[in-house]
């Protein structure tokens, strides 16, 4: 348990499908983040909240939508996927000011069929 | 924009060896420096980190020295073990505060260690 725990750890869904994945951390942490992990590729950062207002990634697409209802709670609304989107999807928190490095929840595969 | 370069794997080695993974890097300013490590079916777990020139990070018999001349950050352990067969992220924070600008990571090098 790495204190950032993500659910659900496997989700298969189809591409008409809408579905959410959910991230809790209880670190006392003010930045969340959701990260992209594909085969053969960099990790992608995909969206970033500090202090639950969202930085926004104009690359990502709209059919991924975030949600940070308050400091501990990190969501990421599905709908419409392709099967490309099939990948690790990973949260991580920190605190921002201390040079401690990010925590990362242990992801959910996702599989879009 | 900021960007990280670590060799490629996989990086097959007998148990005990000596191992090395190269990092280097690119940012503006002062970067702070990671490894993480991801083990088969987890997230990522930090493994070790420098936050200036001159650093030296260490855990678990691993290290790396944060050399700003070279803009480089290898991983070294003297004896490797089966157990750290895992995959070895290079990571850069250009915030120094450590804000929300999110992390700048490499490809990942998959480690294999054999007995």
């Known amino acids: 348990e790495t204190g950032v725990t993500q659910t659900p750890r496997h989700l298969v869904m189809g591409m008409t499908n809408k579905k959410s994945l959910k991230c809790e951390q209880h670190l006392g942490h003010n930045a969340m983040y959701w990260y992209k992990q594909s085969a053969k590729k960099p990790l992608e950062l995909m969206f970033v909240?500090?202090?639950?207002?969202?930085?926004e990634n104009n690359s990502v697409p709209s059919r991924f939508s975030p949600e940070c209802p308050n400091s501990s709670h990190l969501f990421l609304h599905l709908h419409t996927l392709q099967p490309e989107d099939s990948a690790l999807y990973l949260c991580?928190?920190?605190?921002?000011?201390?040079?401690?490095?990010?925590?990362f929840g242990s992801g959910t595969r996702l599989t879009v069929v | 924009g900021d960007s990280v370069t670590q060799m490629e794997g996989p990086v097959t080695l007998s148990e005990e060896a000596f191992l090395t993974i190269n990092c280097t890097y690119t940012a503006t300013g002062y970067p702070s420096l990671f490894w993480y490590v991801q083990y088969p079916g987890e997230g990522l777990q930090l493994l070790l980190k420098a936050t200036k020139a001159d650093d030296k990070g260490s855990n678990k018999g691993f290290e790396a020295t944060y050399r700003k001349e070279t803009t480089s950050f290898h991983l070294e352990k003297g004896s490797v073990q089966v157990s750290d067969s895992a995959v070895y992220f290079c990571a850069l924070s250009d915030n120094s505060g450590g804000g929300a600008d999110g992390l700048t990571f490499g490809k990942g090098t998959h480690l294999i260690i054999q007995p």
């Open positions: 991580a928190s920190s605190q921002q000011g201390r040079l401690g490095g990010y925590t």
């Open positions: 909240y500090s202090l639950e207002e969202r930085v």
